[in-house]
């Protein structure tokens, strides 16, 4: 594991695929995990861009996985991300084109926002596996006529017990090329998910650690805003990619597991 002496940290904040699960499979004894990480002290958050669930469904989830009593506050995905983006450029809401899930469809109503095909002020975009060449198509028009082009995350893949399939990024990839427009992504790496989790938790950026599988991402936004960071193996990340990447984070590790059992993170109430 490499590492610099961490002091002062009071929570963390977890992604979720690569970190916590692979699709259907969690990564280690969640339960064991999150014990420990009570038995230091520390708040949580979990940090996703995986905007395909509400916050209540990734909570019914980890109790499936056996981790119980968390609640919908401490999720922030990016579906809440995207939402809140578009709230503050498009103050009184109004109608948005989606390609996506659920669970930005839910977002995006309850901040104001309908979904419609013709005469809206944004496409919203993310991972959406049952994506047509015709919803492709419609968004491309839409934003070649001016509509505001929104991405949920720049995943470009997925990890999966199978091994990567495609993700959100691959999808904008598709708009992108077709409209010759770049997306404003609401996701990570964009500071803004890891703002949202700081001011739940009601800390300072330097107070917590960042754990996530996507230097690229995780480890870039968490940088950026001034977390310390922890990058895992278990997602979609080799070890040579994880030296490789600069500014270095503070911990590379196998996995969650490794990280919370570690007796060198000194815990300051």
Known sequence: MNHNLITS???LILDMDGVLWRE??????LPAIFAQIAAHGWKVVLATNNGTRTPQQYVERLAGFGVI???TWQIVNSAQAAALLLKRRFPNGGQVYLVGEEGVRIALSEHGFTLSDTDVLAVVAGID???TYAKLRQATLLINA???FVGTNPDRTFPTPEGLVPGAGSILAAIEASTYTAPIIAGKP???MYEIALERLG???EETLVVGDRPETDIAGAQAIGCHTALVLSGV???EQALAWRPEPDIIADDLSSVVNTSWLQVTG
């Open 237 to 239: 990340t080799t070890r």
């Open 129 to 131: 596996r049952q994506v």
């Open 69 to 71: 009593g968390l609640e």
């Open 9 to 11: 940290i009071k929570a």
């Open 190 to 192: 964009s500071p803004l």
């Open 203 to 205: 800390l300072r950026a």
């Open 24 to 29: 259907r499979e969690p990564i280690g004894d």
């Open 146 to 148: 001016g509509a505001l």
